[in-house]
């Protein structure tokens, strides 16, 4: 049997020949990622030098080598798509696909929740707190840290997930945004990445102790909970720097650190860029 190409494939074999020989999408000149396209998920890119990048048509932050920073949230569309045009004028379309996650949803029936409103003047509280979380979560700074190998800021029992969320009768409340780590009142924590300060208050509402690092492009880390905070805002830090102690401080039920990621005011899952804490913990076994 003999295979005739159709004139319509031939002409699409064509373009695509004449598109390589014009240079699109060729190897040295393509885009690269990090990370996962998956729900939750802060995604680092490359590309080089001096192009622009589009995700969903909206212009990101790229930095003077080339990096850019991305992210999806808990429940963020599978079809997205990155363009990116480069130096030469010559534009690259990226289709992306992103994996639907599963979340842990406790379903509360049949008891009816006391609703504990809290009165005014906390309220009034709480409504500050957040505009000024997200006034620091709004600072674009230049610093390149994140595109680091970021390292967990406390290893231990993972004791909260990013994404969960309680449903009573119904009616869901709040998902969970950041990852709990058990551990007692005193434990140090120490910067994931390089970063500047750029909150940090020992007794908001709901959070307690909380400290926010930036660690450029639109990403940052908060802790909340804190018992003990050793820097100020401006400050800055180094990887691994001590930064404060967890507590258990703010509305919660025992001490632990809850460790937030965000790009920009988009709420990530920090375990989306760090190494599993089962692999940390049996590695620091086997250093003992
Ligand atoms: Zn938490």
């Given amino acids: 049997m003999s295979v005739k190409q159709s004139p319509l494939k031939a002409i699409s074999t064509a ?8 240079g699109f999408s060729t190897s040295a000149t393509a885009v690269t990622f990090q990370g996962k396209f998956e729900q939750g998920a802060l995604v680092r890119g490359t590309v080089p030098a001096g192009s622009k990048v589009l995700l969903n048509g909206q212009a990101i932050k790229v930095t003077p080598t080339g ?8 429940d963020a569309a599978a079809e997205q798509v990155v ?3 480069y130096p030469d004028g010559l534009t690259e379309i990226k289709p992306l696909n992103i994996a639907p996650k599963q979340y842990k949803i406790d379903r509360i029936t049949g008891i009816s929740k006391k609703i504990m409103k809290p009165d005014p003047v906390a309220q009034a509280r709480a409504a500050k707190d957040a505009k ?8 674009f700074s230049e610093q390149q840290a994140f595109m680091q190998s970021f390292i967990w800021p406390v290893t231990g029992r993972i004791s909260g997930v990013y994404g969960s969320q309680r449903v009573y009768n119904d009616v869901p409340g709040n998902p969970h945004y950041g990852v709990d780590v058990a551990r007692p009142t005193g434990t140090e924590v120490v910067a994931p990445a390089d970063g500047v300060i750029t909150l940090a208050e020992p007794d908001m509402f709901y ?11 639109g990403v940052s880390s908060t802790f909340l909970h804190l018992s003990k905070l050793y820097l100020n805002v401006g400050d800055k830090v180094a990887q691994g720097d001590k930064v404060a102690e967890i507590g258990a401080t703010g509305r919660v039920t025992g001490p632990h650190l809850d460790w937030r990621l965000n790009w920009f005011q988009m709420r990530l899952d920090p375990v989306s860029i760090v190494p599993p ?10 250093a003992k």
């Fill in 15 to 22: 373009a695509l020949f004449m598109a390589s020989v014009l």
């Fill in 83 to 85: 363009k990116v045009t």
């Fill in 67 to 74: 990096q850019f920073a991305i992210g999806f949230d808990r």
């Fill in 132 to 139: 000024q979380t997200r006034a620091a979560r709004d600072i």
């Fill in 207 to 217: 959070s307690g102790g909380t400290v926010i690092i930036d660690h450029g492009y």
């Fill in 277 to 286: 804490m089962e692999k940390v913990l049996a590695a620091q076994k086997v």
